[in-house]
């Protein structure tokens, strides 16, 4: 039953974590007078990383983090992956808005292991922004 319970809550943060880039990925194409790469980039970093740590602090004590990680990374691999293998020449230049979305995801788990109060997200976030 316990088992049943996990892989049902690890389907719904798939779902969930792809439903996030469904909803990402269309602000590369709004133009807020910077590059909307680098708008979609930031937003996706700061929504993946809060992502990440609420569904890590919500479900974390239920279900082992590093599922949870699994789940969330391949919820946003599912759409980005295989449009990448099809067509890499004409995808290459939103590679880096995939990288910064996973170092968002990357950040948000680390954020949650390390059980840093709301005073440390600027230190886990600056390597990735500068």
């Not at 790469?37 to 929504?47: C, E, H, K, W």
């Not at 996973?102 to 500068?130: A, C, D, E, Q, R």
Request: one cysteine or more.
């Amino acid at each position: 039953m316990k088992y049943e319970y996990q892989i049902k809550k690890l389907l719904a943060i798939f779902i969930a974590s792809t439903l996030v880039t469904v909803i990402i990925t269309p602000l590369r194409g709004i133009d807020l007078g910077i590059n909307a790469t680098i708008f979609s980039s930031f937003a996706g970093l700061i929504g993946y990383f809060i992502f990440t740590n609420y569904i890590c602090k919500h479900y974390g004590r239920k279900i082992p983090p590093k599922y949870i990680l699994l789940a969330i990374l391949l919820g946003i691999s599912v759409l980005q992956v295989p449009i990448r293998i099809i067509d890499l020449r004409g995808t290459i230049w939103s590679l880096p808005d995939f990288i910064v979305h996973l170092s968002g995801i990357i950040g948000g788990y680390i954020y949650y292991l390390k059980k840093w109060t709301l005073k440390k997200p600027l230190y886990t976030l600056l390597p990735y922004i500068v």
